[in-house]
């Protein structure tokens, strides 16, 4: 236990500490500047259009880090030493998926206030925006280790491995986006499930593809 809680440090550290972290946020938060220019002055579009470009954007800079998520504790061994040492790979995906959760989670519901200001979203949609996105971070951080898992080795594979998640994440992006249309109501219902699914999922899927590294 106390190795799994040196490895959930050990990420946090490395994701605080390096300023990799940011990359992701700023590029959400470059998404957000960027989208009006696109769009132009029409503001009840951009209002209207705004959440769905928020959800896309969160979901590219969940995948943004994948390289620094596995890569490096597979090249030191680390992997190694906790399977040598009996622990599933199942339950070191779990950490990690736990460590990323709120490493790259916090950064992203603090960076949501600003973006959706320039975007146009009024007080409500900004509720129901970080509802929807503090539901989804769970699943979100699943969906990158598990892609960094699939290509850990693999140099420069992150992109590679978000062509392969961005699938699963269709859903996400369906029932978050509609849960900012009025008649939407259920959709809350089906994001939570979807999350929770793909968040129970993830480690599972992660830990066999852990195993498959060192095989």
Same mark, same amino acid.
């Given at each position: ?7 959930? &440090? ?5 994701? &605080?500490?390096?300023?990799?972290? &940011?990359?992701?946020? %700023? ?12 769009? @132009? ?13 928020? &959800? ?22 680390? %992997? ?13 995906? *779990? ?5 990323? *959760?709120?490493?790259?989670?916090? +950064? ?5 206030? +600003? ?22 971070? +769970?699943? !979100? ?15 420069? @594979?992150?992109?590679? @491995? ?10 996400? !992006? ?33 830990? *066999? ?7």
């Amino acid at each position: 236990m106390t190795a799994l809680i040196a490895l959930f &440090w050990r990420d946090l550290r490395r994701a &605080w500490g390096s300023g990799a972290l &940011w990359l992701p946020v %700023l590029f959400f938060l470059l998404v957000a500047t960027a989208f009006p220019f696109a769009v @132009g002055p029409d503001t009840p579009l951009l209002r209207r259009a705004g959440g769905g470009m928020i &959800w896309v954007a969160a979901l590219l800079a969940a995948l943004l880090p994948i390289d620094r998520l596995v890569r490096p504790d597979k090249d030191a061994g680390v %992997l190694d030493q906790l399977a040598v040492r009996g622990f599933a790979d199942e339950v070191i995906a *779990a950490v990690k998926i736990a460590a990323h *959760a709120i490493a790259f989670g916090l +950064p992203l519901m603090i960076a949501l206030f +600003p973006a959706a200001a320039l975007l146009a979203q009024d007080g409500s949609r900004v509720e129901l925006l970080a509802t929807g996105i503090a539901i989804a971070v +769970p699943a !979100l951080a699943s969906l990158a280790v598990l892609s960094a898992s699939l290509t850990a080795n693999h140099k420069g @594979g992150s992109a590679v @491995g978000g062509l392969l998640i961005l699938p699963l994440a269709v859903p996400m !992006l369906i029932f978050g986006a509609g849960m900012l249309d009025p008649s939407g109501r259920g959709a809350i219902k089906l994001l939570a499930a979807t999350s929770l699914l793909l968040t129970v999922i993830g480690p599972f899927a992660a830990g *066999a593809a852990l195993r498959g590294l060192r095989e």
